[in-house]
Protein backbone atom coordinates (compact mmCIF):
# COMPACT_ATOMS: atom_id res chain seq x y z
CA UNK A 1 0.00 0.00 0.00
CA UNK A 2 1.60 3.36 -0.95
CA UNK A 3 1.97 6.03 1.68
CA UNK A 4 -0.66 9.51 1.35
CA UNK A 5 0.94 12.63 1.48
CA UNK A 6 -1.22 14.64 4.05
CA UNK A 7 1.10 17.75 4.25
CA UNK A 8 -0.10 21.18 2.82
CA UNK A 9 1.87 22.96 0.28
CA UNK A 10 3.20 26.91 1.12
CA UNK A 11 2.15 29.36 2.79
CA UNK A 12 -0.96 31.45 1.11
CA UNK A 13 0.35 35.31 0.09
CA UNK A 14 -2.22 37.95 0.36
CA UNK A 15 -1.95 41.16 -0.39
CA UNK A 16 -3.63 43.81 2.26
CA UNK A 17 -7.20 45.64 0.88
CA UNK A 18 -6.73 48.87 -1.24
CA UNK A 19 -7.12 52.03 0.49
CA UNK A 20 -10.59 53.50 -0.20
CA UNK A 21 -10.55 55.75 -3.25
CA UNK A 22 -10.77 59.50 -3.04
CA UNK A 23 -13.81 61.24 -5.58
CA UNK A 24 -12.30 63.25 -7.62
CA UNK A 25 -13.60 66.52 -6.93
CA UNK A 26 -16.56 68.16 -8.20
CA UNK A 27 -17.63 65.15 -9.98
CA UNK A 28 -21.33 64.45 -9.18
CA UNK A 29 -21.18 60.31 -9.67
CA UNK A 30 -17.74 60.76 -7.37
CA UNK A 31 -19.79 62.43 -4.75
CA UNK A 32 -23.20 60.40 -4.86
CA UNK A 33 -20.69 56.98 -4.71
CA UNK A 34 -19.03 58.19 -1.28
CA UNK A 35 -22.83 58.84 0.01
CA UNK A 36 -23.59 54.95 -0.91
CA UNK A 37 -20.35 54.08 0.12
CA UNK A 38 -21.06 55.89 3.84
CA UNK A 39 -24.35 54.35 4.23
CA UNK A 40 -23.25 50.72 3.33
CA UNK A 41 -20.98 51.13 6.21
CA UNK A 42 -22.95 52.38 9.23
CA UNK A 43 -25.81 49.60 8.02
CA UNK A 44 -22.61 47.36 8.17
CA UNK A 45 -22.45 45.95 4.50
CA UNK A 46 -19.16 45.56 3.74
CA UNK A 47 -19.82 44.12 0.42
CA UNK A 48 -22.03 47.44 -0.80
CA UNK A 49 -19.20 49.45 0.53
CA UNK A 50 -16.35 47.90 -1.23
CA UNK A 51 -18.48 47.64 -4.36
CA UNK A 52 -19.00 51.33 -4.13
CA UNK A 53 -14.72 51.59 -4.19
CA UNK A 54 -14.30 49.53 -6.71
CA UNK A 55 -17.02 51.84 -9.03
CA UNK A 56 -14.89 55.11 -7.64
CA UNK A 57 -11.72 53.41 -9.18
CA UNK A 58 -13.40 52.79 -12.10
CA UNK A 59 -15.48 55.93 -12.76
CA UNK A 60 -14.20 57.60 -15.92
CA UNK A 61 -12.98 61.07 -16.03
CA UNK A 62 -11.71 63.46 -18.63
CA UNK A 63 -8.07 64.03 -18.53
CA UNK A 64 -7.26 67.54 -19.40
CA UNK A 65 -4.88 67.80 -22.13
CA UNK A 66 -2.20 70.70 -21.59
Known sequence: ???TKTTMTGP???ALPLP???PVPGCDVCAA????RRA???RGDLSAATDADVEI???PHRRSVT
Do not use: G, K, T, Y
Open 57 to 59: RSH
Open 40 to 42: ARD
Open 1 to 3: MAA
Open 20 to 22: PPD
Open 33 to 36: LVRQ
Open 12 to 14: VNL
